[in-house]
């Protein structure tokens, strides 16, 4: 095997490397969205129970 192939593989591992670490982080900012919408929404409903809470001890 010459040096050339030798830099091909290594260029082509590389390239490989890059590919999956790209996926990955792709993976993590859908999971980071899909956290900050589900936490989002929980905040919402809490916010809107204590509304309710408070119409309800204000309105005796």
């Known amino acids: 095997m010459g040096i050339a192939d030798q830099f091909k593989d290594k260029a082509q591992e590389l390239a490989d490397q890059a590919k999956q670490k790209a996926g990955q ?3 993590r900012g ?5 956290q900050r919408s589900d936490s989002s ?17 204000f309105d005796r």
Do not use: L, T, V
Request: no cysteine; hydrophobic share 30%; net charge negative.
């Open 25 to 27: 982080a792709k993976e």
């Open 41 to 57: 929404s929980g905040m919402q409903d809490r916010a809107q129970d204590a509304a309710d809470q408070a119409r309800e001890r």
């Open 30 to 34: 859908q999971q980071a969205r899909d």
